[in-house]
Each structure stands twice: as structure tokens, then as C-alpha cells.
């Protein structure tokens, strides 16, 4: 017994791991693919779940861009109150996005956490869809600020979730795909929501604010999707820990919210950029619907499909431009492409006529290009523990900056126009851009980790796997040394030291206790000594 303990303790991480999955699938009968989490199907299984985790939250969380006209009249509101619901989605994740991170990594786990902000997001969306029942604008704000509590934290969850299951593993990929999945949720409500309300008009009688909210309870359902996702994707992930023997997320580390503070630079360029970034895309997205109509005559159908093409777009083009991101690299150099695109686009919206199709076309993939080159990063700078805190913080400082934009948006709207507006949010991605040029200089400077070439980091990642295989292999401590390190009886010694002096040495004995002998050497003194009774055979 103490041979095989001894055994277990010498054995390798990946014998654990090896030994884990024969027990789970039966004495020598290996999993299937699409049930061994360390297989590509599998992972792909959980992709699907990963993917679909932010639907119901995407979808919901344009509701009232879809039907920006219907709220604005059914409510009797201006712009600038318009615009507080996604002010107060904002708001909330201004700490809370962060501290999300901060649970994910300290407290609830990735599975618990995802599955309390999934309950989040559906409780909000049907305090806001009843709010819009009872005519109260106020619980309609209320609803927003539950909804954004979890929504938010959700998409941290969701990219952590990502991380673990593929960092290393085309993770520019999947969250190309992630993107693309949540604009699938964000197109359908463009251009669906708009039709649910006509339909519940004419099945209520009449347009007003109970069609608005029975529209808004339809969406919720999609919510409720999310969580059974949730619930799926956290079964999934407690059982890979099981089979593959590990912890994921845990390294042992103790975080801290004080490490906020020891950041590196280039992170803090990231947040910039995210900030500048998006800015520049949601809130206009919120009022391009009236904005196509005034300016350049749309019926509200067409002016819903244009300004939807953003989310089309990204759909297809996330993956394919997450795959092209991870087979080149050069993250830094595919942001600074993305953010120039997105300037001439609004510049272009701003201050001429051309068809717009062409102008939000632009739009969409270098919204899709930044995604899929920009959060990926976050993971080259911080360790791994760190991840969700990072995430959290990243996605705190953008609401900040949604928050702020989204009042500003709409008082300038209501005073100035969409001129303006356009001018700002044309000032908006140059702080962006200036954030970028930064960004690359410094991680020159630095060696140029970020803007690798993907050959380059493949290399990178294989040598830091070596030095850490080398690492983990000497620290053990062979059987051999173990014997020799252990302590040796005194018949062992004797034979060792008479081995050393040329004696002959018996290999099979019975041994005695030891007999004193007295040997006298001065008148009143004596020396003592003792040997052992050995029978040799």
C-alpha cells in the first residue's frame, strides 16, 4: 500500500489526467470525442453553449433602438430621456462589471457567477417590459439597471469562460465567434421587434404603451434561453474539471482589488481604446434609426435594415476576421486599421450624402476587425488569475464612458442636431486612434509582444512550455534518490563502511542484539564497545 501511495505521489499531471478519463468512461474503455472535454468536438460542443450564452442579452439590450419611434411616441418622451435607458444599463456596471470579475475570480467560480448574471439579465428585462405595461417610466429605468447589472458581468463571464477553454487554441477565433453569435442576437432585434409590435397592436387593438411592453415581455424569452445555456455550460465545464483533474481559473494566487494599480501601461491603452471605440458605435447605433429618416429620407423599415447592417455584418465577418487575425497576428497593427476605417465612416455620414449602406458597411467590419483583435490582447498582458478582474475593469470603464456619451448624445441631439453629434463622435475615435499609436509604440519599446506575428508567438508559447515541462520535471524526486536520501539501519552502514575498507560482506543474515565488551585501559578506567552477533548463510 505504501509502495503504491508512494507510486501515485511520483506520478505525472497527465497520468492523473489519463487515469481520470479511463474511470470516467469504464475500465479501459476510452470517452468518445464529443464526450472528452480534451477533444476538438467536444470543445466545439461547448463552444456552441458558450456562444449562445450572450443571446438573449444582446438581443434584449437594443430593444429600445429597435423601436426607438414607438417608445419616443407610446411614452411621450424627448430624445435626451430616450436615451437614459441605456444610461442606466451603463450605470450599474461602472463598478459592478468590475467587482463581477472580481467574484468570478474570488468568490462565486465562472459557473456559479454565470448563472446568478443570467438571472440577472431575465429579471431585469421583465421589470422593464412591465414597466412599459403600467405606462411607468421609472420602472422601466429600474429594469434597465437590474438588466445591466448582469449583462455586463455576463460578458465577462462569457470571455473568462473563453479563455479557459481555449487560450493558446485560436482564441482570436472564438471570440470572433462569440461576436458573431451575439450580433446574430442583435440583427434579429433590429429588424424582428419592430413587426412583434405591430402584430401585438393589432391583436391589442391599438398601438400604446401595453403593446410596447407585451413586445418587450415576447423578447425576454430569449433571456430565458441564456440561462438554460448557462445552466448547461456550467454542468459542462464542473464535469471537464472532474475528468481532466484540474481547477481552471485557479492558480493558487491571492487576488487583490489593490493590483488594479500594478497594471501594466499597455492594458491601460487598451481600456483607452475599448473606451474611444465604442463611444462611437452604441450610442449611435441607438439613434440611427431617426437619423437615417431625417437625413436622408428612409422609410423607418429601410432605416431599421441600415442600421442594423452593423450586426449583419459582423455575424459572418467575426469569425472569418478572427481566424485571419490568428493565422497573421499583428493584433496592434488590425486595431489601428479597424479604428482609421471607423473614423472615415462616420466622417463620411457626417458630412455627405453618398448612400449610407456604404458608410455602415464600413462600419460593421471594422467594428468586427476591433473585436477580434483588441479583447484577445487582454490575455497576452495579465496572468492568467487576473483575467476576470482585467475584464471586469475593461468592461467597467467602457460603461463609463457609455453612460456619459449616452446623456451627452442625446442633449446634443435635442439642441444641436445630428451634425454635431457626428462631429463628437468623430472626436471620440480620434482619442481612440491616438490611444493606439501609443499603444504600438510602447509595446515596441517593450519587445512588441502584443503585435507578434502569430508564427512568432507560437514559438514563444512552445519555448515558455518547454522551460516550464523542464521546470516541473526537476523539481521531482526520482525512486533512486529517494532510496538514497533515506535514513539507513545500522547493519546497512556497517556493510557500507566495510565495503569501503575491502572487506568481505554477508548479503543474507540473521541478526542479534549487540554485546557489550569491556576492554580496560588505565587502572580506573575502561573502554566500552559492541558489536553484532551476525549468522551468515
Known amino acids: 500500500m505504501a509502495d503504491y501511495e508512494e507510486r501515485q505521489s511520483l506520478l505525472g499531471d497527465e497520468d492523473k489526467g489519463r487515469q481520470a478519463a479511463e474511470a470516467a468512461g469504464g475500465p479501459g474503455r476510452p470517452?468518445?470525442?464529443?464526450?472528452?472535454?480534451?477533444?476538438?468536438?467536444?470543445?466545439?460542443?461547448?463552444?456552441?453553449?458558450?456562444?449562445?450564452?450572450?443571446?438573449?442579452?444582446?438581443?434584449?439590450y437594443d430593444n429600445p433602438a429597435a423601436l426607438q419611434t414607438q417608445v419616443i411616441q407610446d411614452l411621450d418622451l424627448n430624445t435626451a430621456k430616450f436615451m437614459q435607458l441605456y444610461a442606466w444599463y451603463s450605470w450599474p456596471n461602472v463598478v459592478l462589471c468590475f467587482f463581477g470579475g472580481f467574484l468570478l475570480d474570488r468568490v462565486f467560480g465562472i459557473r456559479l457567477g454565470t448563472i446568478i448574471f443570467s438571472l440577472f439579465v431575465c429579471v431585469g428585462q421583465v421589470i422593464f417590459a412591465t414597466g412599459a405595461l403600467v405606462n411607468r417610466f421609472w420602472l422601466m429605468e429600474v429594469g434597465r439597471f437590474v438588466f445591466g447589472i448582469g449583462g455586463e458581468s455576463l460578458a465577462v463571464a462569457q470571455n473568462t469562460y473563453a479563455v479557459n477553454w481555449f487560450k493558446g487554441k485560436?482564441?482570436?477565433?472564438?471570440?470572433?465567434?462569440?461576436?458573431?453569435?451575439?450580433?446574430?442576437?442583435?440583427?434579429?432585434?433590429?429588424?424582428?421587434?419592430?413587426?412583434?409590435?405591430?402584430k401585438v397592436a393589432a391583436l391589442v387593438g391599438t398601438p400604446g404603451h401595453t403593446a410596447l411592453g407585451a413586445s418587450l415581455m415576447i423578447a425576454g424569452v430569449t433571456c430565458l434561453f441564456s440561462l438554460t445555456c448557462a445552466l448547461v455550460l456550467g454542468f459542462l465545464d464542473k464535469r471537464a474539471e472532474k475528468i481532466l483533474n484540474k481547477e481552471q481559473g485557479k492558480t493558487g494566487e491571492v487576488i487583490k482589488l489593490t493590483d488594479v494599480k500594478d497594471f501594466p501601461f499597455t492594458l491601460w491603452l487598451i481600456f483607452f481604446i475599448c473606451v474611444g471605440y465604442y463611444v462611437a458605435i452604441f450610442p449611435f447605433i441607438g439613434l440611427g434609426q431617426v437619423f437615417f429618416i431625417e437625413k436622408f429620407n428612409f422609410s423607418p423599415a429601410e432605416a431599421r435594415a441600415v442600421n442594423s447592417i452593423v450586426y449583419i455584418i459582423s455575424a459572418p465577418a467575426s469569425p472569418v476576421l478572427g481566424f485571419m487575425v490568428d493565422r497573421t497576428g499583428k493584433n496592434v497593427i488590425w486595431v489601428m486599421v479597424a479604428v482609421i476605417t471607423t473614423l472615415a465612416a462616420h466622417m463620411m455620414l457626417a458630412f455627405t450624402f453618398w448612400n449610407p449602406w456604404i458608410a455602415m458597411s464600413l462600419l460593421g467590419v471594422s467594428y468586427s476587425l476591433l473585436a477580434c483583435a483588441l479583447w484577445p490582447m487582454v490575455a497576452f498582458v495579465v496572468p492568467e488569475h487576473q483575467l476576470g478582474t482585467a475584464y471586469g475593469f475593461m468592461q467597467s470603464i467602457q460603461n463609463l464612458g457609455l453612460a456619459l456619451i449616452a446623456m451627452a448624445a442625446g442633449a446634443i441631439l435635442d439642441t444641436r442636431g445630428y451634425l454635431f453629434l457626428e462631429v463628437?463622435?468623430?472626436?471620440?475615435i480620434c482619442v481612440a486612434l491616438i490611444a493606439v499609436v501609443m499603444l504600438y509604440f510602447v509595446d515596441y519599446?517593450?519587445?512588441?509582444?502584443?503585435?507578434?506575428?502569430?508564427?512568432?508567438?507560437?514559438?514563444?508559447?512552445?519555448?515558455?512550455?518547454?522551460?516550464?515541462?523542464?521546470?516541473?520535471?526537476?523539481?521531482?524526486?526520482?525512486?533512486?534518490?529517494?532510496?538514497?536520501?533515506?535514513?539507513?539501519?545500522?547493519?546497512?552502514?556497517?556493510?557500507?563502511?566495510?565495503?569501503?575498507?575491502?572487506?568481505?560482506?554477508?548479503?543474507?543474515?540473521?541478526?542479534?542484539d549487540s554485546i557489550q565488551t569491556e576492554i580496560p585501559l588505565f587502572p580506573n578506567s575502561v573502554f566500552k564497545t559492541s558489536h553484532w552477533q551476525c549468522i551468515c548463510f
Open 31 to 60: 470517452l468518445p470525442a464529443i464526450c472528452d472535454p480534451g477533444h476538438l468536438l467536444h470543445r466545439i460542443v461547448v463552444l456552441v453553449f458558450m456562444c449562445f450564452l450572450g443571446f438573449g442579452s444582446y438581443f434584449c
Open 445 to 512: 519599446l517593450k519587445g512588441g509582444d502584443l503585435n507578434m506575428s502569430a508564427a512568432d508567438r507560437a514559438k514563444l508559447l512552445k519555448e515558455s512550455t518547454s522551460d516550464a515541462e523542464i521546470k516541473r520535471r526537476s523539481s521531482r524526486v526520482s525512486e533512486g534518490e529517494l532510496a538514497r536520501l533515506a535514513h539507513m539501519s545500522a547493519f546497512g552502514l556497517r556493510n557500507r563502511y566495510l565495503s569501503r575498507l575491502g572487506a568481505q560482506v554477508c548479503t543474507h543474515h540473521l541478526c542479534f
Open 424 to 428: 463628437f463622435f468623430c472626436v471620440c
Open 170 to 198: 485560436e482564441l482570436n477565433l472564438v471570440f470572433g465567434l462569440q461576436l458573431s453569435m451575439a450580433r446574430i442576437g442583435s440583427t434579429v432585434n433590429m429588424n424582428i421587434m419592430g413587426w412583434v409590435y405591430s
